[in-house]
Antibody
Framework: QVQLVESGGGVVQPGRSLRLSCAAA????????FHWVRQAPGKGLEWVSL????????YYADSVKGRVTISRDNSRNTLVLQLNNVRPDDTAIYYC??????????????WGQGTLVTVSS | SYELTQPPSVSVAPGQTASISCGGK??????VHWYQQKPGQAPVLVVQ???DRPPGIPERFSGSHSGFAATLTINRVEAGDEADYYC???????????FGTGTKVTVL
């Protein structure tokens, strides 16, 4: 059974950094691309970033480009999102989601329960 | 940047049919996926690749794609279908994912 568990959320001051993790289990982690998707309070879903199965390709939303880095450790079945220079509009629940394929341009067929990031002074 | 537009809300009586549209420029050239999100929960994929149902999704959920818009249809609506629904595509020009604005389905 696919399990995705996010961690690392919390309250962070504007301009600081935060590292989110997603621990995966129940499937061959290294075979699939992964995404981060966020949802601001009371708002809709926003795609944030994609990493291919082997980590060689990464993509970012314009809203986070230059401030966010996605990475993965296939030996530890872990996905990471590093957020730098956070802003109040980064406040959201951050979900990790598994792609159907290895390149990443398919559908998101499994999602974690999310971790809440609150940017506030 | 690419945008997908959905109606903000749809209201439907139990047993009736709910239809949710998803529109965007040249959407006919894109593959559309649909997600259901109930309050306080993570999204769940309900339609993949325009019209296919993932395992475990009831046959009451179906998707279609006319070329001008994609549509999610929920037949014989139940109280448990009350949720927010989002369409999603990949913008291959910018290499970014795009979600629709979301539609809240209310079961009367």
């Amino acid at each position: 059974q696919v399990q995705l568990v996010e961690s690392g959320g919390g309250v962070v001051q504007p301009g600081r950094s935060l590292r989110l993790s997603c621990a995966a289990a129940g499937f061959v982690f290294g075979d699939y691309a992964f995404h981060w998707v966020r949802q601001a309070p009371g708002k809709g879903l926003e795609w944030v970033s994609l990493i291919s199965s082997d980590g060689s390709a990464t993509y970012y939303a314009d809203s986070v480009k230059g401030r966010v880095t996605i990475s993965r450790d296939n030996s530890r079945n872990t996905l990471v999102l590093q957020l730098n220079n956070v802003r109040p509009d980064d406040t959201a629940i951050y979900y990790c989601a598994k792609d159907w394929g290895g390149d990443g341009w398919y559908y998101l067929n499994h999602w974690g329960q999310g971790t809440l990031v609150t940017v506030s002074s | 940047s690419y945008e997908l537009t959905q109606p903000p809300s749809v209201s439907v009586a139990p047993g009736q049919t709910a239809s949710i549209s998803c529109g965007g420029k040249n959407i006919g050239t894109k593959t559309v996926h649909w997600y259901q999100q109930k309050p306080g929960q993570a999204p769940v994929l309900v339609v993949q690749d325009d019209s296919d149902r993932p395992p475990g999704i009831p046959e009451r959920f179906s998707g279609s794609h006319s070329g001008f818009a994609a549509t999610l249809t929920i037949n014989r609506v139940e109280a448990g279908d009350e949720a927010d629904y989002y369409c999603q595509v990949w913008d291959t020009t910018s290499h970014q994912g795009v979600f629709g604005t979301g539609t809240k389905v209310t079961v009367l």
